[in-house]
Each structure stands twice: as structure tokens, then as C-alpha cells.
């Protein structure tokens, strides 16, 4: 069985884009900074975040933690 993913949406993904740059964050310090919630503190891999970021499908666990690491909440980036 599949798992469940989610997604960005356009207009979602402008606002992960402006509070990115707001925090003068590169994607690679994104992945650095981003805590997924029940694992270590160690970041996730680029990758994910290229995936968040083109609007391609991610793991909700990781898509929450992007949105949450830029300050944003997820449903409304879906």
C-alpha cells in the first residue's frame, strides 16, 4: 500500500519561498535546521527539501517539519 504524501501548492510554495528568504536561509541551511518530530535533531536530507520545493510529493512528517522550520503552517502551503 502506498504511503500518504502531501504536497505544496503554488501559491504555498511562494509563501515557503518568502520566509526562506526572510530568514536568509539557503534550501541546504533549511535541511540543516529542519527537527522531525520523533527523531534526532540532525536535519533531512536536501534532497526532501528540492522535492517540498518543486512541488513534488514528500512525507507528511517531513512536509510539516519544512513548514514548521520557515514558521509557517502547513495546511496552508498544501
Known amino acids: 500500500m502506498p504511503q500518504p504524501t502531501l504536497t505544496a501548492s503554488q501559491a504555498g510554495i511562494k509563501k515557503a519561498e518568502d520566509a526562506l ?3 536568509t536561509w539557503s534550501r541546504q541551511d533549511l535541511a540543516s535546521f ?4 520523533g527523531e534526532k535533531p540532525e536535519g533531512i536530507d536536501i534532497q526532501t527539501v528540492h522535492k517540498f520545493f518543486n ?3 514528500v512525507k507528511p512528517k517531513y512536509f510539516v517539519a519544512i513548514c514548521k522550520a520557515l514558521g509557517l503552517d502547513w ?3 498544501r
Open 21 to 23: 528568504t526572510d530568514k
Open 55 to 57: 512541488l513534488k510529493n
Open 75 to 77: 495546511k496552508d502551503i
Open 34 to 37: 529542519v527537527v522531525v518530530e
